[in-house]
C-alpha cells in the first residue's frame, strides 16, 4: 500500500484529496507519452476547441485548456467566432476539423448561444475525435464497458479515488445529481468499479438516510454549500464536484469546514475535482491519438 492510501489516518482529521496534486501527476505522465512519440519522430496530438459567443466563464474555461494542452506538449487548435455564427458555418468548422489529421480531438465549449442546438452540433463531431464524450456513440460505448474516452469530470473523480486507493469495490456509493454530464455517467463509472450505487435527485426521499449508509458520496448538486456533517456516515469519502462563486470565494455543494472528525477524507472546493476536469480531456486527446495512430 503506498502513502497515499485512506486507511493511513483513518478517524483523526479529515483527508484532503487534493486534485491539483493527482492532476499533476497524471498530467506527468501525459507530458512524458507525448514525449515520447515525438522522439519517435511522430507528430503531436492535437485538440480542437471551439468557442462561439462571449460568454466569459467559457472564455476562461478555454484559456485554462489551451494553456494545459502547451504544458504537456498537446498542440491547441482555437476557433472563436462571435454568437452570430450561423449554423452551417459552425457545421461546416466542424467538418473542416473533422477532416485534419493533425487533430484528434474537438471541443465544443458549451452553453452554445440559443439558435445552435447543442444535441444537434455535437452530432456534427466524429465520434473518434470526441474529446469530451459527449457523442451518442462514445455514450453508448462507455456504457457496454468499452470506452473510447470517458466524461472528463468524472473520470477525474474516478481518477482521484483510485490515486487515494479509496475502495470501491463492494463499497456503497451514492450519487447526488443525475445531470448528463456528471451525475448519470459517475453512477455508471463507480457500478463499473463494482461498487453498488444509488443515484439521487431532486425527487429522492430520504436522501440523508441513503447518504448516511454510503462509504463513498459524490455530489454534483450545483446547489451551493447544500450538505455538511449531518449527512454524511462517519469515516466515509466525500467527493465534491460543485463549483459556485459567492462574493469572489469559490466554495461546492458541501460545507467542507463542518467534516472534521466525521468523514475520513474529502475533496476541497476549489482544489478538488476542478483541475481534474482539464486534465482528462488531456487523457481524452491522447487515447484518441493512441486510436488515430493505430
Ligand atoms: N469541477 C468541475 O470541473 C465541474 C464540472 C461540471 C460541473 N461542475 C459543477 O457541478 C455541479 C453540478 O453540475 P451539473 O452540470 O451536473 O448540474 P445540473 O445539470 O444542474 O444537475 C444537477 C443535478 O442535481 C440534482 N439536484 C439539484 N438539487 C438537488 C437537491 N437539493 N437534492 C438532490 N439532488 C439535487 C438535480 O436533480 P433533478 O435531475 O431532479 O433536477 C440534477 O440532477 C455544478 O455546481 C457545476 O458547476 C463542476
Sequence with gaps: MSDNALTSIKDVTV?????????????????AQVAEFKEQGKR???????????????????????????EVGIESFEYQAPATLTKEDLKKKIEEFNQNE?????????????????????TWV????????????????????????????????MEILKYYEIPIQGARAAVVGRSEIVGKPMGLMLLQGDATVTMCHSKTLNM?????????????AGRPLLLGREDFKKDSVVID???HRDQGKLCGD?????????????????????????????????????LHSN
Excluded at 484529496?17 to 505522465?29: A, E, P, T
Excluded at 456513440?137 to 468524472?154: F, Q
Excluded at 469546514?257 to 476549489?270: I, N, R
Aim: glycine share 8%; aromatic share 2%; net charge neutral.
Design 126 to 157: 466524429d465520434p473518434m475525435k470526441d474529446a469530451d464524450c459527449l457523442t451518442a456513440e462514445n455514450l453508448g460505448l462507455l456504457w457496454a464497458g468499452r470506452p473510447r474516452t470517458k466524461p472528463c469530470t468524472p473520470s477525474g473523480v
Design 44 to 70: 503531436s496530438p492535437g485538440l480542437a476547441v471551439i468557442i462561439v459567443g462571449d460568454d466569459p466563464a467559457s472564455q476562461v474555461y478555454v484559456r485554462h485548456k489551451i494553456k494545459a494542452c502547451k
Design 208 to 220: 440523508r438516510q441513503i447518504l448516511l449508509e454510503s462509504d463513498v458520496v459524490v455530489v454534483a
Design 241 to 243: 464536484v460543485g463549483i
Design 15 to 31: 483527508k484532503v484529496l487534493d486534485g491539483k496534486l493527482v492532476s499533476k501527476h497524471l498530467r506527468n505522465q501525459i507530458r
Design 254 to 290: 458541501v460545507r467542507f469546514d463542518e467534516l472534521e472528525g466525521q468523514v475520513a477524507a474529502a475533496t476541497p472546493v476549489p482544489g478538488g475535482v476542478g483541475p481534474m476536469t482539464i486534465t482528462m480531456l488531456l487523457s481524452n486527446t491522447l487515447d484518441l491519438y493512441r
Design 102 to 122: 493533425a487533430i484528434d480531438g474537438i471541443l465544443v465549449q458549451l452553453p452554445l448561444p440559443e439558435h445552435l442546438s447543442s444535441d444537434e452540433v455535437l
